[in-house]
């Protein structure tokens, strides 16, 4: 069974930066694709990045390019989305998710995903 767990996520100002973290049990985590997603009260949960097994290819929503980063350190089985510049439009609940063996061909589709983290809470304040 694959568990995911998210860390990092807290209380910060416009403007401010904050480095989540996805770490995974198991050990095929590293040859998995992931993605990071996240769900603003009322509204449905959005892509946000996502990225091949070895982070060698990134994808990430328009809103968010430019500002965030995900990368992977695969030997510590964790996943990581720096965020800067952050909006009060980017406060939601922050999930991580396992997708398909090596890479996934639709990225931004949350269906690609089998496993995902219970979420971390972000709140970015004006």
């Known amino acids: 069974q694959v568990q995911l767990v998210e860390s990092g996520g807290g209380l910060v100002q416009a403007g401010g930066s904050l480095r989540l973290s996805c770490a995974a049990s198991?050990?095929?985590?590293?040859?998995?694709?992931m993605g990071w997603f996240r769900q603003a009260p009322g509204k449905e949960r959005e892509f946000v990045a996502a990225?091949?097994?070895?982070?060698?290819?990134?994808y990430y929503a328009d809103s968010v390019k430019g500002r965030f980063t995900i990368s992977r350190d695969n030997a510590k089985n964790t996943g990581y989305l720096q965020m800067n510049s952050l909006k009060p439009e980017d406060t939601a609940v922050y999930y991580c998710?396992?997708?398909?063996?090596?890479?996934?061909?639709?990225?931004?589709?949350?269906?690609?995903?089998?496993?995902w983290g219970q979420g971390t809470q972000v709140t970015v304040s004006s």
């Open positions: 998710a396992r997708g398909p063996r090596y890479y996934t061909q639709h990225p931004s589709s949350d269906s690609e995903y089998a496993y």
């Open positions: 198991g050990r095929t985590f590293s040859s998995y694709a």
């Open positions: 990225t091949t097994w070895s982070g060698g290819i990134t």
